[in-house]
């Protein structure tokens, strides 16, 4: 997840469809959609705001990915031919980062997850797609992530070879540590 992204991603195991659809059947507030194959979104029900938008779901939202466990690799089913493939020991078991004023479950070693996802993680690249409108956005921008260290929160993260400690920083002010065994 990013400060200045507009949506929140979750991936999931394939196996897991039918128990998120049991999780949320009979629900009235919230809407699980089955939007393609391996994307759905999930977000608060409001009919008329679907009509306003001529849509059937609406922003925001959670778009639900997911992943087929292959032994020893994850392959995300989604937007690449091939799939994008993760080291299953890359991902499980999950671990904790401060995110906001939350600590959120993040893959393993989130540094290699989003290196495999987006490549350069010390490049930050603004939103190329709109989800409150659902268009793509014009003039994407790609600046470096240290740029933006004193608009944005950010972990910043030390290795000793023994633990790793994340620390949720704006400026120079930390707000969260967190400090696990590797």
């Keep these: 997840m990013v400060p200045w992204d507009d949506d929140i991603d979750i991936l999931l195991n394939v196996s897991d469809k039918q128990r998120l659809r049991d999780s949320v059947l009979g629900s009235k507030e919230y809407t699980l959609l089955e939007f393609k194959e391996n994307l759905w979104k999930y977000f608060k029900t409001n009919r008329?705001?679907?009509l306003e938008n001529n849509r059937n779901y609406m922003w925001p939202f959670i778009d639900i990915f997911f992943y087929n466990d292959a032994g020893h690799t994850l392959s995300v089913l989604w937007n690449s031919n091939p799939p994008l493939t993760h080291n299953k020991n890359d991902v499980f078991p999950l671990s904790f980062?401060?995110?906001?004023?939350?600590?959120?479950p993040v893959p393993k070693k989130p540094e290699i997850f989003l290196k495999v996802e987006y490549g350069d993680i010390n490049l930050c690249v603004s939103n190329?797609?709109?989800?409150?409108?659902?268009?793509?956005?014009?003039?994407?921008?790609?600046?470096?992530?240290s740029n933006l260290y004193s608009i944005y929160p950010f972990v910043h993260r030390t290795n000793n070879n023994k633990t790793i400690r994340e620390e949720l920083r704006i400026k120079n002010e930390t707000y969260m540590v967190i400090e696990r065994i590797v």
Aim: proline letters at 7%; aromatic letters at 14%; glycine letters at 0%.
């Design 48 to 50: 008329s705001e679907f």
């Design 97 to 104: 980062m401060p995110f906001d004023i939350f600590v959120v």
């Design 128 to 145: 190329i797609w709109s989800h409150q409108h659902e268009k793509q956005l014009k003039n994407v921008e790609k600046i470096p992530c």
